[in-house]
Structures are given as C-alpha cells and as structure tokens.
C-alpha cells in the first residue's frame, strides 16, 4: 500500500532513481495505491545528465509493494520494495529498460508496454 508521502525506487532506466508520492489517482477519497494505480509523485533524486531531474513532476506506475498481493488461486505475492515505472502522457513508459521482478497482473491492467520491457514476470 502506497499513500502520500510515501518514498519509492525507480525500477526503469529514465535517469530517477527515488520518487516522494504526492496523489494517488482514482477518485478523491482513494487513500492507498496498490499494484498496477496510477499516482503522481516528485523525483527527490536523479542519475546527472539525464532527461527526468529533481523536482520534476512525473507520473508514475506502481510495480512492486512490499504489502502481500492476493490472487485469485489463493497465493500470495510480496516484494522486498516499494517500486514504480514512470509514464508519459500517452501512459507508455518513459524508458527502455525496466529493472526486477513486474507481476503479470500489471500486463492484465493493460499496460503490456511496461510488461514487454521487464526483464522478469512474475
């Protein structure tokens, strides 16, 4: 579970390498993000030349939560971190690489562009 305030890894090659959420999208009263929301952070810091830098404000994808992800079959699924993948307008990754272990649920949410970069699906 993601809330505000909440620091994040980067877990792609777009030059951020920590994000501090500040919303998370979905409707007024949504208090946490979950595997595969949308929220909207600030990068605290940044790779040095690089396009994305401090302060700027991205828009992100929660990939990995360290609380438990239930599934239909009854398993749990946890991670060691908090990670996320940033996102351009168009909601298509904003780079070529994506770092770790991304759940298939993430290419069930539609985002299949985000699934193809990952090295492993879990």
Same mark, same amino acid.
């Given at each position: 579970?993601?809330? #505000?305030r909440a620091i994040l890894k980067v877990a792609d090659n777009s030059g951020a390498r920590l994000v501090r959420c500040f919303r998370v999208l979905g409707g007024s009263r949504k208090r946490y993000a979950h595997i595969g929301d949308l929220i909207i952070a600030s990068v605290q810091t940044a790779e040095p030349r690089k396009a994305i830098k401090?302060?700027?404000?991205? /828009?992100?994808?929660? *990939?990995r939560t360290?609380?438990?992800?239930r599934?239909?079959?009854? /398993?749990q699924l946890r991670f060691d971190d908090n990670a996320v993948v940033l996102l351009d307008e168009k909601r298509e990754p904003r780079s070529t690489r *994506?770092?770790?272990p991304?759940?298939? +649920?993430?290419? +069930?949410?539609?985002f #299949?562009?985000?699934?193809?970069?990952?090295e492993e699906i879990i």
């Open positions: 579970m993601i809330q #505000e401090k302060k700027d404000v991205v /828009t992100a994808l929660v *990939v360290r609380n438990p992800l599934r239909r079959d009854g /398993t *994506v770092f770790g991304i759940p298939r +649920e993430i290419k +069930e949410l539609g #299949e562009s985000v699934a193809s970069l990952a």
